[in-house]
Protein backbone atom coordinates (compact mmCIF):
# COMPACT_ATOMS: atom_id res chain seq x y z
CA UNK A 1 0.00 0.00 0.00
CA UNK A 2 0.98 3.58 -0.21
CA UNK A 3 0.69 6.29 2.55
CA UNK A 4 0.66 9.67 1.45
CA UNK A 5 0.57 12.93 2.90
CA UNK A 6 -0.04 16.37 1.89
CA UNK A 7 -1.20 19.75 3.38
CA UNK A 8 -4.71 20.46 3.64
CA UNK A 9 -4.50 23.74 2.36
CA UNK A 10 -2.09 26.75 1.20
CA UNK A 11 -3.07 30.49 0.57
CA UNK A 12 -0.43 32.65 -1.44
CA UNK A 13 -0.35 36.17 -2.95
CA UNK A 14 -0.73 36.77 -6.89
CA UNK A 15 2.75 36.59 -7.98
CA UNK A 16 4.51 35.16 -5.33
CA UNK A 17 6.03 31.49 -5.59
CA UNK A 18 4.28 28.63 -3.53
CA UNK A 19 6.07 25.03 -3.10
CA UNK A 20 3.46 22.19 -1.72
CA UNK A 21 5.05 19.59 -0.52
CA UNK A 22 4.63 15.43 -0.63
CA UNK A 23 5.89 12.94 1.14
CA UNK A 24 4.61 9.17 0.68
CA UNK A 25 5.84 5.65 2.12
CA UNK A 26 5.21 3.01 -0.66
CA UNK A 27 5.17 -0.79 -1.62
CA UNK A 28 6.35 -0.54 -5.22
CA UNK A 29 7.60 3.11 -6.47
CA UNK A 30 8.07 3.89 -10.10
CA UNK A 31 7.82 7.23 -10.32
CA UNK A 32 5.34 10.63 -8.60
CA UNK A 33 2.63 12.29 -10.77
CA UNK A 34 0.98 15.84 -9.67
CA UNK A 35 -2.28 16.61 -11.07
CA UNK A 36 -3.76 19.91 -11.12
CA UNK A 37 -7.92 19.74 -10.39
CA UNK A 38 -10.44 22.95 -10.33
CA UNK A 39 -13.25 22.74 -8.54
CA UNK A 40 -15.85 20.49 -9.83
CA UNK A 41 -13.78 19.16 -13.12
CA UNK A 42 -11.32 16.40 -13.98
CA UNK A 43 -8.26 16.36 -12.77
CA UNK A 44 -5.57 17.33 -15.29
CA UNK A 45 -1.62 16.05 -15.49
CA UNK A 46 0.92 18.55 -14.37
CA UNK A 47 4.17 16.63 -14.06
CA UNK A 48 5.63 13.39 -13.67
CA UNK A 49 9.09 12.48 -12.11
CA UNK A 50 10.83 9.02 -12.05
CA UNK A 51 14.60 10.13 -11.11
CA UNK A 52 15.63 12.35 -8.70
CA UNK A 53 16.19 15.70 -9.19
CA UNK A 54 14.26 18.71 -10.61
CA UNK A 55 11.56 18.44 -13.21
CA UNK A 56 11.22 22.31 -14.57
CA UNK A 57 8.11 23.12 -17.14
CA UNK A 58 7.12 26.82 -17.35
CA UNK A 59 5.99 28.11 -14.05
CA UNK A 60 5.85 24.92 -12.65
CA UNK A 61 8.46 22.81 -11.32
CA UNK A 62 8.91 19.51 -9.23
CA UNK A 63 11.21 17.89 -7.42
CA UNK A 64 11.92 14.39 -6.54
CA UNK A 65 13.63 12.11 -4.17
CA UNK A 66 13.17 8.61 -4.03
CA UNK A 67 15.57 8.12 -1.06
CA UNK A 68 13.57 10.29 0.98
CA UNK A 69 10.07 9.25 -0.11
CA UNK A 70 9.76 13.35 -0.75
CA UNK A 71 8.45 15.83 -3.70
CA UNK A 72 7.23 19.43 -3.87
CA UNK A 73 5.36 20.85 -6.78
CA UNK A 74 7.04 24.45 -7.04
CA UNK A 75 4.28 26.94 -8.60
CA UNK A 76 6.03 30.56 -9.70
CA UNK A 77 4.46 33.94 -10.52
CA UNK A 78 1.31 32.77 -9.28
CA UNK A 79 -2.21 33.59 -11.52
CA UNK A 80 -5.58 33.96 -9.82
CA UNK A 81 -6.20 30.77 -12.24
CA UNK A 82 -3.66 28.56 -10.45
CA UNK A 83 -6.29 28.25 -7.30
CA UNK A 84 -7.14 24.60 -7.69
CA UNK A 85 -6.28 21.55 -5.86
CA UNK A 86 -3.14 20.04 -6.71
CA UNK A 87 -2.89 16.00 -6.14
CA UNK A 88 0.83 13.81 -5.11
CA UNK A 89 0.31 10.54 -6.74
CA UNK A 90 3.10 7.79 -6.76
CA UNK A 91 3.12 5.26 -9.02
CA UNK A 92 3.15 1.74 -8.58
CA UNK A 93 4.88 -0.07 -11.80
CA UNK A 94 4.30 -3.75 -10.46
CA UNK A 95 0.70 -2.98 -10.04
CA UNK A 96 0.49 -0.02 -12.62
CA UNK A 97 -1.68 1.77 -10.24
CA UNK A 98 -1.61 5.33 -9.31
CA UNK A 99 -2.23 6.63 -5.69
CA UNK A 100 -3.51 9.66 -5.18
CA UNK A 101 -3.29 11.86 -1.73
CA UNK A 102 -6.02 13.98 -0.63
CA UNK A 103 -4.76 16.86 -2.34
CA UNK A 104 -3.65 20.32 -1.20
CA UNK A 105 -6.12 23.14 -2.01
CA UNK A 106 -4.13 26.41 -3.18
CA UNK A 107 -5.72 29.83 -3.21
CA UNK A 108 -4.47 32.81 -4.80
CA UNK A 109 -5.57 36.01 -3.43
CA UNK A 110 -5.15 39.03 -5.19
CA UNK B 1 -10.63 13.58 -30.59
CA UNK B 2 -13.04 13.55 -27.94
CA UNK B 3 -10.77 12.45 -25.24
CA UNK B 4 -12.36 10.58 -22.35
CA UNK B 5 -16.14 10.78 -22.25
CA UNK B 6 -18.25 9.60 -19.49
CA UNK B 7 -22.09 8.96 -19.41
CA UNK B 8 -24.37 10.37 -17.85
CA UNK B 9 -23.05 13.70 -15.86
CA UNK B 10 -25.27 13.67 -13.06
CA UNK B 11 -27.77 10.66 -11.97
CA UNK B 12 -29.95 10.47 -8.82
CA UNK B 13 -31.23 7.00 -7.47
CA UNK B 14 -33.00 5.24 -4.69
CA UNK B 15 -30.85 2.60 -2.52
CA UNK B 16 -31.07 -0.55 -3.83
CA UNK B 17 -31.76 0.74 -7.84
CA UNK B 18 -28.93 -0.07 -9.79
CA UNK B 19 -27.26 1.89 -13.09
CA UNK B 20 -24.34 1.32 -15.19
CA UNK B 21 -21.88 4.57 -16.05
CA UNK B 22 -20.09 4.16 -19.07
CA UNK B 23 -16.65 5.57 -20.16
CA UNK B 24 -15.44 5.87 -23.67
CA UNK B 25 -12.46 6.53 -24.92
CA UNK B 26 -10.70 6.93 -28.77
CA UNK B 27 -7.38 7.62 -27.90
CA UNK B 28 -6.72 3.29 -28.48
CA UNK B 29 -5.41 3.21 -24.83
CA UNK B 30 -4.89 -0.40 -23.31
CA UNK B 31 -5.90 0.69 -19.70
CA UNK B 32 -8.91 2.15 -18.27
CA UNK B 33 -9.66 2.94 -14.30
CA UNK B 34 -12.62 3.87 -12.41
CA UNK B 35 -12.02 5.95 -9.71
CA UNK B 36 -14.35 7.59 -6.84
CA UNK B 37 -13.46 10.95 -5.51
CA UNK B 38 -15.54 12.09 -2.05
CA UNK B 39 -15.20 15.73 -0.06
CA UNK B 40 -11.71 15.73 1.55
CA UNK B 41 -10.70 12.57 -0.07
CA UNK B 42 -8.45 11.73 -2.61
CA UNK B 43 -9.36 9.54 -5.62
CA UNK B 44 -9.56 6.42 -4.79
CA UNK B 45 -9.22 2.97 -7.68
CA UNK B 46 -12.25 0.91 -7.71
CA UNK B 47 -11.70 -1.22 -10.65
CA UNK B 48 -8.96 -1.52 -13.64
CA UNK B 49 -8.34 -2.96 -17.01
CA UNK B 50 -5.00 -3.61 -18.51
CA UNK B 51 -7.02 -4.97 -21.94
CA UNK B 52 -10.20 -5.86 -23.78
CA UNK B 53 -11.65 -8.31 -21.93
CA UNK B 54 -9.48 -8.17 -18.41
CA UNK B 55 -10.38 -6.48 -15.32
CA UNK B 56 -9.57 -5.99 -11.88
CA UNK B 57 -10.17 -4.89 -8.10
CA UNK B 58 -9.08 -1.58 -7.04
CA UNK B 59 -8.75 -0.20 -3.81
CA UNK B 60 -12.48 0.08 -3.37
CA UNK B 61 -14.26 -2.59 -5.14
CA UNK B 62 -17.06 -3.69 -2.80
CA UNK B 63 -20.67 -3.03 -4.33
CA UNK B 64 -19.39 -2.32 -8.36
CA UNK B 65 -18.91 -4.11 -10.97
CA UNK B 66 -17.08 -3.41 -14.17
CA UNK B 67 -16.66 -4.94 -17.89
CA UNK B 68 -14.33 -4.43 -20.80
CA UNK B 69 -16.26 -5.70 -23.38
CA UNK B 70 -14.79 -3.75 -26.58
CA UNK B 71 -11.01 -1.52 -25.64
CA UNK B 72 -12.52 1.27 -25.73
CA UNK B 73 -15.33 1.54 -22.98
CA UNK B 74 -15.38 0.68 -19.79
CA UNK B 75 -18.47 0.12 -17.97
CA UNK B 76 -19.04 0.38 -14.26
CA UNK B 77 -21.88 -0.99 -12.31
CA UNK B 78 -23.75 -0.50 -9.04
CA UNK B 79 -25.84 -3.60 -8.86
CA UNK B 80 -27.92 -2.01 -5.50
CA UNK B 81 -26.77 1.17 -5.07
CA UNK B 82 -26.40 2.39 -1.40
CA UNK B 83 -26.10 5.96 -0.28
CA UNK B 84 -22.51 5.49 1.03
CA UNK B 85 -21.74 5.16 -2.84
CA UNK B 86 -22.73 9.22 -3.66
CA UNK B 87 -20.04 9.98 -4.78
CA UNK B 88 -18.05 11.75 -7.86
CA UNK B 89 -17.02 8.59 -10.51
CA UNK B 90 -14.43 9.77 -12.86
CA UNK B 91 -12.76 7.16 -15.23
CA UNK B 92 -9.60 7.26 -16.72
CA UNK B 93 -7.31 6.05 -19.68
CA UNK B 94 -4.00 5.16 -20.39
CA UNK B 95 -1.15 3.92 -23.06
CA UNK B 96 0.89 0.79 -22.04
CA UNK B 97 4.34 1.93 -21.87
CA UNK B 98 6.60 2.32 -19.37
CA UNK B 99 7.65 5.86 -19.40
CA UNK B 100 3.98 7.19 -20.79
CA UNK B 101 1.51 6.70 -18.17
CA UNK B 102 -0.06 9.60 -17.89
CA UNK B 103 -3.64 9.24 -17.04
CA UNK B 104 -5.84 10.94 -19.32
CA UNK B 105 -9.58 11.94 -16.86
CA UNK B 106 -13.17 12.09 -18.34
CA UNK B 107 -14.83 14.64 -16.74
CA UNK B 108 -17.06 12.62 -14.18
CA UNK B 109 -20.41 11.60 -12.85
CA UNK B 110 -22.14 12.87 -10.43
CA UNK B 111 -24.00 10.01 -8.46
CA UNK B 112 -26.85 11.51 -5.42
CA UNK B 113 -28.03 8.05 -3.67
CA UNK B 114 -30.97 8.74 -1.65
Known amino acids: GQNIDQPTEMTATEGAIVQINCTYQTSGFNGLFWYQQHAGEAPTFLSY????GLEEKGRFSSFLSRSKGYSYLLLKELQMKDSASYLC???????????FGSGTQLTVLP | NAGVTQTPKFRVLKTGQSMTLLCAQD?????MYWYRQDPGMGLRLIHY???????AKGEVPDGYNVSRLKKQNFLLGLESAAPSQTSVYFCASSPEGWTSETQYFGPGTRLLVL
Open chain 1, 49 to 52: NVLD
Open chain 2, 27 to 31: MNHEY
Open chain 2, 49 to 55: SVGEGTT
Open chain 1, 89 to 99: APFDGSARQLT
